[in-house]
């Protein structure tokens, strides 16, 4: 089967149903609806608009924006002029932005809604051409209705062929700089073709894009779905309006990451605590009511599929939201396959696995325990790295670093990265993940990272959440405690934990302790805490920072 291209599909629904809604964005909180013939006008023009301005077929365009309704049809402009673009994280660094354009070669960027633009200017060369998003941003020489005012639709626009260079997506560096991934329309295609095809999406579905589209993920599960289904998108106006954003759409299909997921539910547990609530939920009629009325709260009560993934997510907390009528499908993929990856199917749940591999899509497991994929939707390599590739692609397998098990119903269980395992003093090889994710069951516990590399025993580092920080230390000790003390029960001699070490400040992308897509940089926290280790009291198991 010949998978129709990104922009084809794109012309398929302008043709068939243009006066349909697809974008709706929220401005001083007025929804704007934005139809497919009107994105196609916009986005026409906006390339002309690039190619007038001397972009060349080929050359790159960065998007450096939250989402909003403008990223999409910008996104669509760069490829119907032939270009290439390279999305950039709003949160990410005034140098890792000059990096990545500098490495990239950028010809130009859009600029949209972001927190600190003044701070992220330093990060953009004077080389580089600026074009305005319609919202509060830093200076640019042109600004977007301008553009789309001066310049006539785009006629013939660029035809795409399966193999061309489409995107680069540049990783989030957990380890060091981040490395572009380059991306083609027949990965684009193979993924959301299949991917909708399978969940059975469609026109009638309605999304909720929040989480950066700069990220593979969110790109994959909100934009090209979207595409390739016809369901509508809607955005989120800022973190203020987030909630009332999510209800007022109530979308069909949710995306989200553990951390977020975390939030929601302490949200949840602020008003209702945790005790009334299982008591509520036990009672036949009430309990169901109750449940009912949190997922309306929420704004997810015509949400079928619920999404998570980005990083492990406690088995505990995907109970918890079963409980309210709300089950999450945890998902495993990488941007070097579009996040192509495993997924658990609605009806098809296994709590504490990744689910099984996406059609068409071969995994296996090597002799080292490495997770391995091969596909369509797997890179063309890495941007101007080809040893890099070299070590990452062999015999069209991509080789993700991750470890993981396949049990007899095809299900992946994750269990740590290959570079992430340590060796302690005592010779003992220990993986941080599996027990890092039984630390994180206890709901005081926001964030955790294992470490323990020529260490006697292995030792946690915890970011308690922002209810933990609420409650009283002696509460709070005698729960972190008897965590430890559970948990060591069941653990090997070597692998059990000397100490929880309470973190003061939060971990963040600005204080480099967190990538922007939020996972935790082990090597700089290990880096970070090296002082501490040598303070901590060999008979008090809980050292406060």
Request: hydrophobic share 45%; with cysteine; charged share 20%.
């Amino acid at each position: 089967m010949t998978d129709q291209l990104p922009l084809e599909r794109f012309a398929l629904w302008v043709e068939k149903r243009p006066d349909a809604v697809w974008l709706s964005q929220p401005v001083n909180g007025q929804w704007h609806d934005v139809t497919w013939a009107q994105v196609d006008d916009q986005a026409r023009r906006m390339a002309s608009a690039l190619l007038a301005l001397g972009c060349q077929p080929g050359e790159r365009v960065a998007l450096l924006a939250k989402n909003c309704a403008e990223w999409l049809i910008a996104d669509l402009a760069i490829m119907l002029a032939g270009l290439v673009s390279v999305p950039l994280y709003p949160l990410q660094s005034a140098e890792s932005i000059d990096y990545v354009l500098r490495h990239a070669q950028c010809k130009a960027i859009f600029l949209g809604k972001l927190d600190e633009p003044e701070k992220l200017a330093a990060g953009i060369p004077a080389e580089v051409l600026r074009i305005a998003m319609p919202y509060p941003t830093m200076a640019a020489q042109h600004e977007w209705a301008a553009l789309l005012a001066s310049h006539a639709a785009l006629r013939d626009a660029h035809r795409q062929t399966p193999d061309e260079l489409l995107s680069i997506l540049y990783t989030s560096g957990t380890t060091g700089q981040p490395k572009g991934v380059m991306l083609s329309p027949r990965a684009f295609a193979f993924a959301a073709s299949r991917s909708v095809r399978e969940m059975q999406i469609s026109e009638q579905d309605q999304y909720f894009s929040y989480l950066p589209l700069s990220h593979a993920a969110e790109r994959f599960l909100v934009e090209m779905n979207a595409l390739y289904s016809g369901g509508r998108v809607a955005f989120v106006e800022s973190l203020e309006t987030f909630a009332s954003d999510l209800r007022h759409v109530r979308p069909t299909v949710f995306f989200s990451v553990p951390r977020l997921w975390t939030r929601f539910q302490q949200g949840v547990l602020e008003k209702l605590p945790q005790a009334k609530l299982a008591r509520l939920l036990r009672i036949p009629l009430l309990g169901s009511l109750v449940a009912r009325k949190i997922r309306q709260g929420l704004g997810l009560d015509r949400a079928r599929i619920l999404v998570s993934g980005a990083a492990a997510i406690p088995p505990a907390l995907l109970t918890w939201y079963q409980r309210i009528g709300l089950t999450i499908c945890e998902g495993y993929g990488m941007t070097e396959h579009f996040a192509y990856g495993t997924f658990n199917r609605p009806g098809q749940v296994h709590f504490g696995s990744v689910g099984r591999a996406m059609p068409d899509n071969q995994l296996r497991i090597a002799d080292n325990g490495e997770i391995l994929f091969r596909s369509p939707s797997v890179m063309l390599g890495y941007y101007l790295e080809p040893e890099k590739t070299a070590e990452t692609l062999k015999d069209g397998w991509l080789h993700t670093g991750d470890k993981g098990e396949v049990d007899a119903a095809g299900y992946l269980t994750i269990t740590g990265r290959v570079k992430d395992i340590f060796k302690t003093s005592k010779g003992k090889y220990i993986a941080p993940v599996p027990i890092e994710v039984e630390i994180a069951k206890n709901l005081w516990v926001e964030q955790v990272c294992l470490m323990g590399s020529n260490l006697d025993q292995p030792l946690a580092l915890i970011e308690l959440s922002p209810a933990a920080r609420e409650q009283a230390r002696a509460q709070l000790a005698a729960a972190l405690e008897s965590t430890r003390q559970q948990l060591n029960a069941q653990l090997q001699p070597h692998e059990r934990i000397s100490h929880f070490v309470l973190v003061r400040d939060a971990w963040t992308v600005d204080n480099g302790c967190m990538t922007p897509t939020m996972k935790i940089r082990r090597n700089v926290l290990e880096a970070r805490f090296a002082e501490e280790l040598n303070k901590l009291d060999a008979k008090q198991p809980l050292h406060w920072q």
